[in-house]
């Protein structure tokens, strides 16, 4: 079994990425969306395990001191983390995982995972982006402004990333990502194991 | 117009990967195939400017002393080599140009363009890869025992490969290379324009 990719998915509020990994995991049975653990209560309908792992600070605060989540940050009063465990046994179970997470998280794992690979949706512009944001009609403009201003420092870290992913059509998107993903499991280094076999199968001719 | 990538595709002698360039060439628009230069003399039916671009000597070496090929080399009696120029019009024209060549070749490309893409295609297996030259029929035993044993040398430099691809079955091959460069154009290296570009709206609103 050859073991899966760790999928890093980042990108603004208003770029898709959340329907983007729904869809895919849906389509495709190759991937496994990561599950994140948090310290806050869960709300009706979360379920332990699917939306998220819920445990209380101390629980997860023996999480952090024993390194095993890959990143952790701490919004209002609350603990948010991505347990290793979950997505090393999905990987080696041989799936495709991906986390969605913001940039200063994406860059955490690249550290601690150096061949995972971090995608950034963008939607096709600046003009399109502020257009989505004001279209769902749930924001006040004071909201969106804050939100425009924070996707402009995040933009300013996508050069970090490895691939870019316009969002222009949510199935187009997701095929293009799926070739992504793909693609990325041909690659040399990721394919030793058979070429140090072929080597050997050469060396007995 | 977008710069077109430079596709370097090396494989074993049976590997099929003539067939692969071919097929893709013919089924997608955005694909060129380079054209490369020679001393030797055409042999009925090739063309100036389509099999190879022929020539002397003197207009070879008058190539290499003033940079323009990509890499050359020197078979028997006679020079072969990839000129610059005719790669860079159809880049520039945002054709994706595939070139086949041999390691050594694929490796000076590699040191003289840094962002070409080398895909290396294999067979299924080494066993594989020998009953599809003891197959052709047309081989001496002698021959086929050169030929593998050059194969084995070969495979020493996989690993200075971007790509590997299995060539169990040539449609899905070509599929796979296709998925291959459409995700090579969307890694983030080569859209710093598109990011520069969102950068700059940003700081406008």
Same mark, same amino acid.
């Given at each position: 079994?050859?073991?899966?990719?760790?999928?890093?998915? %980042?990108?603004?509020?208003?770029?898709?990425?959340?329907?983007?990994?729904?869809? @895919?995991?849906?389509?495709?049975?190759?991937?496994?969306?990561?599950? %994140?653990?948090?310290? #806050?209560?869960? #709300?009706?309908?979360?379920?332990?395990?699917?939306?998220? !792992?819920?445990?209380?600070?101390?629980? !997860?605060?023996?999480? @952090? /001191?024993?390194?095993?989540? !890959?990143?952790?940050?701490?919004?209002?009063?609350?603990?948010?983390?991505?347990?290793?465990?979950?997505?090393?046994?999905?990987?080696?179970?041989?799936?495709?995982?991906?986390?969605?997470?913001?940039?200063?998280?994406?860059?955490?794992?690249?550290?601690?995972?150096?061949?995972?690979?971090?995608?950034?949706?963008?939607?096709?512009?600046?003009?399109?982006?502020? /257009?989505?944001?004001?279209? #769902?009609?749930?924001?006040?403009?004071?909201? @969106?402004?804050? #939100?425009?201003?924070?996707?402009?420092?995040?933009?300013?870290?996508?050069?970090?990333?490895?691939?870019?992913?316009?969002?222009?059509?949510?199935?187009?998107?997701?095929?293009?990502?799926?070739? @992504?993903?793909?693609?990325?499991?041909?690659?040399?280094?990721?394919?030793?194991?058979?070429?140090?076999?072929?080597?050997?199968? !050469?060396?007995?001719?």
């Amino acid at each position: 079994m050859k073991k899966g990719l760790l999928l890093v998915l %980042s990108g603004f509020a208003g770029s898709g990425k959340g329907t983007i990994m729904k869809s @895919i995991v849906e389509k495709y049975d190759r991937y496994a969306l990561s599950v %994140s653990a948090t310290t #806050r209560n869960p #709300r009706p309908g979360e379920e332990h395990g699917r939306e998220y !792992f819920f445990m209380d600070k101390g629980e !997860f605060e023996e999480l @952090i /001191k024993n390194d095993k989540l !890959f990143e952790y940050a701490q919004y209002v009063d609350n603990y948010y983390g991505t347990p290793k465990e979950y997505v090393e046994e999905q990987r080696n179970a041989g799936k495709d995982v991906f986390l969605e997470i913001e940039i200063q998280g994406a860059l955490q794992i690249k550290e601690a995972v150096p061949d995972a690979v971090l995608i950034f949706v963008m939607p096709p512009s600046v003009a399109e982006l502020k /257009k989505r944001l004001v279209g #769902r009609g749930t924001e006040t403009a004071d909201v @969106i402004e804050r #939100r425009m201003k924070r996707a402009g420092e995040e933009a300013k870290g996508v050069d970090k990333y490895d691939y870019l992913l316009i969002n222009d059509d949510i199935d187009a998107c997701v095929e293009e990502l799926h070739g @992504i993903v793909l693609s990325e499991h041909r690659k040399v280094s990721r394919n030793m194991p058979t070429i140090d076999k072929m080597l050997d199968d !050469f060396s007995k001719m």
